[in-house]
């Protein structure tokens, strides 16, 4: 019979930009997480001897975050040489994918308690710095119709209809619950402060948002893969011979309507009933069901929407059992078309802004939004959410959770 796994505890960094100017770009990969692990086992004095695994995700595995970055932090960390640690990589999902991957190692009974997050430095290590042979492998590229993200996702606005102005309208919002959330204090719980070697303040807050954004502020910026699209190397003529009813895309995501490229990393401890009880721990959300799926690689970024039909069939739910969702916003019209699939309310949905706002650490992302999702279940009283992201090279993953 499986084992229930349960959420014991969700941190997080804050999310600096991903640059040379950023206020983490002075702190290294392996010390983001191990201040993180550090915290998370403060704050529990938890003998960290009984922890079976540390799973992250990390999306550019090399320099500073190669060589199985996670067992370099769990050594800077200090903690129990007994205790291994593991890199993967399902790229934006990453994060997501290793805290399903320790439910599920704790659900088979392969061990009691685990730490699954993510951690991304993508001002110290470039996005796409480790290549990829789908993007330098002619023969493999052309079979599959392959085009970079932001024409996928220029893609899904033109297959399903959403416009500049609906892209738009949805980041501005998106910025003001960013904005109204970090005012209410609702990352308090989970957001560590990240701290030098004498204990001095670094980080304490997100520091990529932009709450003056607005329409106005939107519309003055260029489209940001027209060009690649329509010129050089003119990927939209890729795109049409897989997409051949389209008579051509609309280019409407820009820097203020996608996710931004930010430094953050997250943990979350996961383990069964046993573990809580023998370590004083109280669990606060059960991980009910988890999933991931393939999809079309040119269109790449919907499979939030067949990855969630396939999470609520195996966990015999329906959309409406459903409290709260975290999508994340790679670019908006990921979300625009998972609420016009499930038609979903967007009070439900992101509540407390998403990746347009914070940003995007591909490789903690995963984690960090599942850590506000339960944070906002227990704020707002309610029970059941579901975390979801789009993923590289076409894939969806998705995460049901419900307090306990």
């Known amino acids: 019979m499986p084992h229930a796994a349960y959420i014991y505890e969700a941190l997080r960094t804050p999310r600096s930009k991903g640059k040379k100017d950023g206020t983490l770009h002075e702190v290294k990969p392996v010390d983001l997480g191990a201040g993180l692990l550090r915290a998370l086992q403060a704050r529990h004095d938890l003998d960290t001897s009984y922890v079976d695994d540390v799973v992250m995700g990390c999306v550019t595995p090399v320099g500073e975050q190669g060589s199985d970055i996670t067992k370099m932090i769990v050594q800077n960390a200090d903690w129990d040489e007994s205790v291994p640690g593991v890199q993967l990589d399902r790229f934006c999902a990453s994060g997501l994918e290793a805290v399903n991957l320790a439910a599920n190692q704790v659900r088979g009974g392969a061990g009691n308690g685990y730490i699954a997050g993510g951690v991304e430095m993508m001002g110290r290590v470039p996005m796409s710095s480790d290549g990829a042979a789908i993007a330098v492998d002619p023969s493999l590229a052309m079979e599959t119709y392959f085009v970079p993200q932001g024409i996928s996702a220029d893609l899904i606005a033109t297959q399903y209809g959403f416009s500049r102005d609906d892209a738009d309208a949805f980041a501005v919002e998106s910025q003001r619950r960013a904005k109204s959330a970090w005012e209410d204090q609702r990352f308090d719980k989970s957001v560590m402060t990240v701290q030098d070697q004498n204990g001095l303040t670094i980080l304490d807050r997100d520091e990529y948002m932009r ?17 690649m699209g329509e010129t050089m190397p003119g990927f939209d003529k890729v795109a049409l011979m897989r997409y051949p009813h389209l008579q051509r895309i609309d280019h409407i995501h820009h820097a203020g309507n996608s996710s931004g490229i930010v430094d953050g990393a997250a943990a979350l401890l996961i383990g069964n009933k046993a573990f809580g009880q023998e370590h004083g721990l109280t669990p606060r959300a059960r991980i009910r069901a988890t999933a991931k ?35 994340n916003e790679a670019f908006a019209s990921v979300v625009l078309r998972f609420m016009q699939a499930f038609d979903v309310d967007h009070d439900k949905v992101n509540v407390n802004g998403g990746s347009i706002a914070m940003g995007h650490p591909l490789g903690a992302t995963g984690a960090i939004i599942l850590g506000t999702l339960l ?20 894939m969806g993953a998705a995460t049901i959770i419900e307090r306990v």
């Open 211 to 227: 709450p003056e954004t607005n329409m106005q502020s939107l519309g003055a910026l260029k489209p940001s893969f027209k060009d």
């Open 293 to 327: 799926i393939g999809t079309d690689p040119t269109i790449m970024l919907t499979g939030p929407v067949p990855v969630t039909e396939k999470i609520l069939k195996d966990a015999g739910m329906n959309i409406g059992d459903i409290d709260l969702f975290e999508v």
């Open 375 to 394: 944070d906002e279940l227990e704020r707002s009283g309610k029970s059941t959410g579901l975390a979801t992201l789009c993923i590289a090279s076409g």
